[in-house]
């Protein structure tokens, strides 16, 4: 694929006085690179400059996406901040080419190392701007918009509200014009704040704890090079979505039930069901949206909330025992611990942010996502109610495909609405590669 870059624009951020807004206590648990979206819309489409025009207007109403980040670091140091207003970086914006081939040469999309031209370049910790935008052109007039927004300042369901309010404001719908509200202001504790739960071991180290205890020859035994980390997209049909849940007797939702069969498919890809007589502990982490468990609290304002609002919930089993088990078996232990980071904890959790999130005690997170490391585990994630495949740009163009750009760790998983004519849902799996082709052969078949 032949990508020509015509220019690169910096979006300013709106002229208001420099602020420091420290990370919220969400923002701090969060991973700390880039999420990149790739979204492949079939022609006509708008102008460039009409999408240019419109995310101008849109922009004020998100100030974190054109902050800059300022990481202080240190122990005892003040809480790391993202600066908005006149100290703002801005958003990065690129306008690109694919003059020699067609969209409908690239779909349905999947994961390619062609795919990495139609984003900006996002070195982990390194890139200045919270967000980055990539504007992709093909000679049939379709067009890839790629969207890497850095996940300290927004998780999905943040992404899709601004990605919505672009896509508004592109075919001149009244989008409104006050800021989303955002920052630590915005969570409201109880009064007093209570910790109900253990944050300090779920969320983050212990005070007495630091990732630099591990002795690094364990760490190395789990090295391999980011390349060899393969990104794979798995089609799993209507009929076949359907035949999973009546095998666990419709008792559970769509991404319980599937998310659970990867999960053991993964473990048995990795071969962890014979290793060490099965004994290896496997985990599935999901990542769950507190928004719907905080409403009504006070907790969150009414008129909804840009940042994070995200905590993991885990479940766990003997590799052995969950690779052997019924699907309802490995369904039900997705279930329990989805459902045990309840509205509860959420609160607890913005509570344990008053006490102790305001720069004073060091909060490293608990689960560190690195690039190339192997894990036993699976960390899960679900799009199927993010609203992003009814993103409209309008002017009559299609959205026929998105996609998470390449990443690098190993056994991400990530469930979408399928795009294609027969439905269904997409898995997108990062995995070694050596296990991702076992994963291939044995993703299917139901026994």
Not at 90 to 115: I, N, Q, R, T
Not at 255 to 272: D, N, P, Y
């Amino acid at each position: 694929m032949e990508v020509q870059v015509q220019r690169t624009l910096v979006m300013p951020p709106p002229p208001a006085p420099s602020t420091e807004v420290p990370l919220t206590v969400f923002d701090l648990a969060a991973p700390t690179y880039h999420v990149t979206v790739l979204f492949a819309f079939s022609p006509p489409n708008p102008t460039s400059q009409a999408l240019l025009d419109a995310l101008a207007a849109t922009l004020p109403r998100f100030p974190l996406l054109t902050a800059a980040r300022l990481d202080r670091g240190g122990p005892g140091a003040a809480r790391p901040c993202h600066v908005t207003g006149a100290g703002g970086a801005g958003a990065l914006v690129v306008e690109a080419s694919v003059p020699s081939s067609a969209l409908s040469d690239h779909l349905p999309l999947e994961p390619s190392p062609g795919l990495a031209l139609l984003h900006p370049e996002v070195a982990r910790g390194a890139a200045p701007h919270v967000l980055m935008l990539q504007i992709n052109r093909f000679a049939c007039g379709g067009v890839v918009l790629a969207s890497s927004a850095h996940h300290q300042a927004a998780d999905g369901h943040s992404m899709t509200t601004f990605l919505h309010a672009w896509a508004d404001a592109v075919r001149d719908l009244n989008v409104g014009r006050a800021p989303v509200p955002y920052g630590p202001d915005a969570l409201v504790p109880r009064r007093p704040p209570r910790c109900e739960f253990n944050h300090r071991g779920a969320e983050f180290l212990p005070l007495s704890s630091s990732r630099e205890d591990k002795p690094p020859a364990e760490a190395d035994d789990h090295h391999v090079d980011h390349s060899e980390i393969a990104n794979i997209l798995l089609h799993y049909t209507s009929e076949f979505v359907a035949e999973l849940k009546r095998r666990v007797h419709g008792r559970y939702t769509t991404f319980e039930t599937v998310s659970a069969h990867v999960w053991q498919k993964i473990t048995i890809a990795r071969g962890l069901d014979l290793a060490d007589d099965g004994a290896t502990r496997t985990s599935i982490r999901v990542a769950v949206n507190g928004r719907g468990r905080l409403a009504g609290t006070g907790a969150l304002p009414a008129e909804g909330f840009f940042g994070n609002v995200v905590l993991t919930a885990t479940s766990g089993a003997r590799a052995a025992d969950l690779a052997s088990g019924t699907l309802a078996d490995a369904a039900a232990l997705v279930r329990a611990g989805i459902r045990a980071v309840d509205g509860r904890y959420f609160q607890s959790f913005v509570d344990f942010g008053a006490l102790h999130g305001g720069g004073v005690e060091e909060l490293e997170p608990a689960c560190a996502d690195e690039a190339g490391v192997l894990s036993p585990d699976v960390e899960a994630d679900s799009w199927l109610h993010l609203d992003l495949h009814r993103l409209d740009f309008g002017c009559g163009g299609r959205l026929v495909g998105f996609l998470p750009g390449k990443v690098p760790q190993d056994g991400v998983v990530v469930l979408m609405p399928s795009l294609r004519k027969v439905g269904g849902v997409d898995v997108f799996v990062a995995l070694w590669e050596k296990h991702a082709r076992e994963l291939n052969a044995i993703a299917y078949p139901m026994d």
